[in-house]
């Protein structure tokens, strides 16, 4: 049976530590351990999102490569002695910010603190220190599995749904809303309640019809009544499926696009991609302006050339997306080109600069332009 990722990680978290969790924030621990609810498995959806490419997939074992050995046990010691949280904020905030976008980190954290009730700078200390629990704890069972990096890609992906059914409605609304994640798990949230319902009033039919057959005939026998009245329960519970196909416009297929990422198959989603193009983003409008001479754009060529595959990739995977959401992707990308594009007019302004990065920075110009007009 495979590990549940979300109890992987919770059970790390004793009351003992949420205790001091809300002390080095000064929160309640109930509201904590509420918040602490949603926030571990809204990161691990975000995690979900990164390892569902393959560059992704290799920066997120980057990522997790990084940690010392023991580095979660530390981590919780810290946690259990309530010393060194501004550290472990510092840490955590660092590796999520490089791992998501620090875009993504605002949107997060935006969410939860709505959601409940505190501010975004609360919630954003409570995400910077839960990003090394979740993510020691991701390391810890990738190793002791033996999994690789598409092993690795391959559980995230199996358990995206049941990771996204964890998110308290209120949370994913807030992030569904944003493009951050699908709304798989409202969805799956949603059916589930439609199915019980539905089972209900199946149940009360089948009391009905058995109590009319029992009137009319006493040779009807009874387990007859019982294949019908499962039979029934499983005609409803596939009806959530069937409306929904049957909602769909005659122009879209019947099945979602997919994209394999080792042996799992991922649906393709605007909530995919935006994790990505925000993450490719914020690395360039950290990068572009350390470009100050000849020597410096040189060194930031290999990061150019990463954010420029990972906008190949996104490019790639957003012909997958119905019109709807090229349009969604196509508006995030226009509302960051002007930013990008001065500060690459300004790094090609500097002297020794254009020889070396202008082929690689008109590259990557082309590929926002053309994500742009999706």
């Not at 949280?85 to 993504?104: I, K, P, Q, V, Y």
């Not at 605007?270 to 572009?288: A, E, I, P």
Request: aromatic content about 2%.
């Amino acid at each position: 049976m495979a590990t549940n990722l979300v109890q992987l990680v919770t059970q790390l978290l004793t009351p003992d530590m949420i205790t001091k969790i809300a002390a080095a924030l000064g929160l309640d621990s109930n509201l904590v351990q509420k918040m602490i609810a949603g926030a571990v498995p809204s990161l691990l959806a975000s995690v979900a999102d990164v390892a569902s490419t393959p560059t992704g997939a290799r920066q997120l074992t980057n990522t997790l490569s990084q940690q010392q050995p023991g580095s979660l046990d530390g981590v919780l010691a810290s946690l259990t002695q309530g010393s060194g949280a501004d550290a472990l904020m510092s840490t955590g905030s660092r590796m999520l910010s490089g791992l998501f976008g620090g875009g993504a980190l605002d949107t997060m954290s935006q969410a939860i603190g709505e959601s409940s009730g505190v501010s975004k700078s609360s919630a954003n200390s409570l995400l910077s220190m839960l990003g090394p629990v979740v993510l020691g704890a991701l390391g810890r069972h990738a190793s002791s599995a033996g999994l690789d990096t598409n092993g690795l890609a391959s559980l995230l992906t199996s358990q995206k749904r049941q990771i996204a059914a964890a998110i308290p409605s209120g949370i994913a609304d807030r992030l569904t809303a944003t493009g951050l994640i699908d709304d798989a798990g409202e969805s799956l949230r949603s059916g589930a309640a439609t199915a019980s319902a539905a089972a209900g009033r199946m149940s009360a039919a089948g009391s009905q019809a058995a109590a009319r057959a029992s009137g009319t005939t006493a040779q009807w026998p009874y387990w007859l009544l019982g294949v019908a009245v499962l039979a029934g329960l499983a005609w409803y519970a596939m009806g959530p499926q069937r409306e929904t196909v049957a909602e769909l416009p005659r122009s879209a297929p019947v099945q979602p696009a997919t994209t394999t990422v080792g042996a799992a198959p991922t649906d393709i989603t605007v909530g995919n991609l935006t994790g990505r193009v925000n993450s490719s983003v914020d690395s360039l409008k950290s990068l572009l302006p350390s470009i100050k001479d000849a020597a410096s754009a040189q060194s930031a060529l290999p990061k150019l050339q990463e954010a420029t595959n990972q906008l190949s990739e996104v490019n790639q995977l957003a012909g997958k997306l119905n019109p709807e959401g090229r349009s969604a992707l196509a508006k995030l990308i226009a509302a960051a080109m002007p930013t990008i594009n001065e500060m690459c007019e300004k790094a090609l302004a500097t002297p020794g600069v254009g020889p070396v990065a202008k082929p690689m920075i008109d590259e990557l110009r082309g590929k926002l332009d053309a994500l742009s007009r999706a």
